[in-house]
């Protein structure tokens, strides 16, 4: 328990900062998520939309160190691999 005034207000940060990387976190998998939804619909174009708009916001995450750079480019590589497939 936080015995400092100090202290008290740390652990008011943390929580907060905790709730809002964990919110957004799972804005990040809602993305992803609809990026494979519509590959696994085989929905080109759709999938290039959604795709579109999740690459900024992996990238917005990734920049602030809430996800690692390379796990932000893994995902990005995966989707776009995929999507091109369903092209060809």
Same mark, same amino acid.
């Given at each position: @328990? $936080?015995?400092?005034?100090? $202290?008290?207000?740390?652990? &008011? ?6 709730? +809002?990387? =964990?919110?957004? *976190?799972? @804005?990040? *998998? ?7 939804? =519509?590959?696994?619909?085989? !929905?080109? !174009?759709? $999938? ?10 992996? !990238? *917005?995450?990734? !920049? &602030?160190?809430?996800? +690692?750079?390379? &796990? ?6 995966? @989707?776009?691999? $995929?999507?091109? =497939?369903? &092209?060809?």
């Amino acid at each position: @328990m $936080a015995n400092s005034a100090q $202290a008290r207000k740390r652990a &008011k940060q943390a929580e907060a900062r905790r709730k +809002h990387n =964990a919110s957004a *976190r799972s @804005m990040v *998998r809602t993305y992803i998520k609809k990026v494979i939804s =519509a590959i696994e619909s085989k !929905d080109y !174009d759709q $999938a290039t939309t959604a795709y579109n708009s999740a690459v900024p916001v992996i !990238d *917005r995450l990734a !920049d &602030k160190g809430l996800i +690692h750079a390379n &796990k932000a480019a893994r995902h990005k590589s995966r @989707m776009n691999s $995929a999507i091109k =497939a369903l &092209k060809a």
